[in-house]
């Protein structure tokens, strides 16, 4: 059974950075590409960043280049997104994603960027 547990979300000002993880059981973690989505209220959820299997692909939402980065520790089955210079846009709950023929989702970490 796929799972996958998002954290590291909170609460942070303008301009402060915060590390999400996500730590993944249930399949071979170093064969599938990962990605990090974010839904904010009233929005459909957005694509943030991919890294493939290996993490020699990645790909960036054009809203977070420059300010986000996503790697992966396979040993670890985990797969982290640093956020940095956040603003109140990045206000939004975070999901870890992989892809097997079926969309798989954790639960969820909300982050808010505030004063």
């Known amino acids: 059974q796929v799972q996958l547990v998002e954290s590291g979300g909170g609460l942070v000002q303008p301009g402060g950075s915060l590390r999400l993880s996500c730590a993944a059981s249930?399949?071979?973690?170093?064969?599938?590409?990962l990605n990090w989505y974010r839904q904010a209220p009233g929005k459909e959820r957005e694509l943030v960043a991919t890294i493939t299997n290996l993490g020699v692909g990645i790909n960036y939402a054009d809203s977070v280049k420059g300010r986000f980065t996503i790697y992966r520790d396979n040993a670890k089955s985990t797969v982290y997104l640093q956020m940095n210079s956040l603003n109140t846009a990045d206000t939004a709950v975070y999901y870890c994603?992989?892809?097997?023929?079926?969309?798989?989702w954790g639960q969820g970490t909300q982050v808010t960027v505030s004063l």
């Open positions: 994603n992989v892809r097997m023929g079926w969309n798989n």
């Open positions: 249930g399949f071979t973690f170093s064969m599938y590409a």
